[in-house]
């Protein structure tokens, strides 16, 4: 019984790790200019980004577009599914067509996770500025939940803070749960235990998170809010919904000449 229990306990302390999902969206470049070249790739991939994976099957998105100079195109057709980690991600390639902040906006296939009893849909977006100008890097996505970044996404120092304001339909979400994960991509990073693989921590009353990002690469943010209706799962029985409202940044360091 002892025994029993103290085995209960490891895997109720180990599972909330284990269940960081983030989508990832992940541009080849952070910053587009003369040096970069006009096409980036794009790689669309849902795991745990600090633990370096596993990664999930993801279903076919529902929306994939780019939304630059106050239009919007769509990439989907440009969606290439590709094996990661034998599972389902997607790719994409994108030639930039003049200056500007790009919002690539992601809503993926809802994903069932058996573990949890929910659905989750993470939408997500990243913002790369093209060829000296970030206009329109505050462009909204139109996602039923949202992060508004309070300050540029991009061009960001190691050790900077990223501020946003969590929406849900427009309004501030007061006191909404904000996960953090460093994209660990090469595994260089070590969590000497469970609690530094995803950093939470939660809006204020006016929906406005602040985090400071310790180390060059990218980071994750994910507003986690329950959606208002239940939705199907692979079963057909209704099940909560899990929105995740997701923006990737890069940090840079600031080297010496
Ligand atoms: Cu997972």
Redesign the pocket.
């Known amino acids: 019984m002892r025994i029993f229990s103290r085995y209960l306990i490891g895997i109720l302390f180990a599972a909330p790790a284990a269940?960081a999902?983030f989508q990832v969206i992940l541009p080849s470049v952070d910053v587009v200019d003369s040096s970069t070249g006009k096409t980036i790739t794009l790689d669309l991939v849902f795991t745990?980004p600090m633990e370096n994976g596993p990664v999930?099957e993801m279903g076919a998105p529902k929306r994939f577009d780019v939304l630059v100079r106050g239009e919007k195109q769509d990439l989907l057709p440009a969606l290439k599914p590709v094996q990661v980690g034998g599972k389902t991600a997607y790719q994409s390639q994108y030639t930039v067509q003049g200056p500007g902040a790009h919002v690539f906006c992601l809503e993926p296939a809802p994903y069932w996770e058996p573990a949890e009893e929910k659905l989750i849909i993470h939408y997500t977006k990243v913002v790369v500025p093209a060829f000296g100008s970030w206009a329109g890097w505050d462009t909204m996505a139109g996602f039923p939940v949202e992060i508004e970044p309070l300050m540029r996404p991009f061009g960001l120092w190691t050790g900077n803070v990223f501020q946003g304001i969590v929406r849900k339909d427009g309004k501030p979400v007061p006191f909404a749960t904000v996960e953090v994960e460093y994209l660990n991509a090469d595994g260089a990073v070590k969590a000497p235990n469970d609690a530094l693989v995803t950093q939470s921590i939660k809006t204020d009353a006016g929906g406005v998170f602040t985090y400071a990002m310790p180390r060059a690469g990218w980071w994750g943010f994910a507003a986690l809010i329950d959606g208002d209706e239940k939705l199907p799962n692979p079963d057909g029985k209704p099940v909560d919904v899990e929105l995740g409202a997701l923006i990737w940044v890069k940090t840079v360091d600031m080297a010496d000449k």
């Open positions: 269940f999902h745990h999930m």
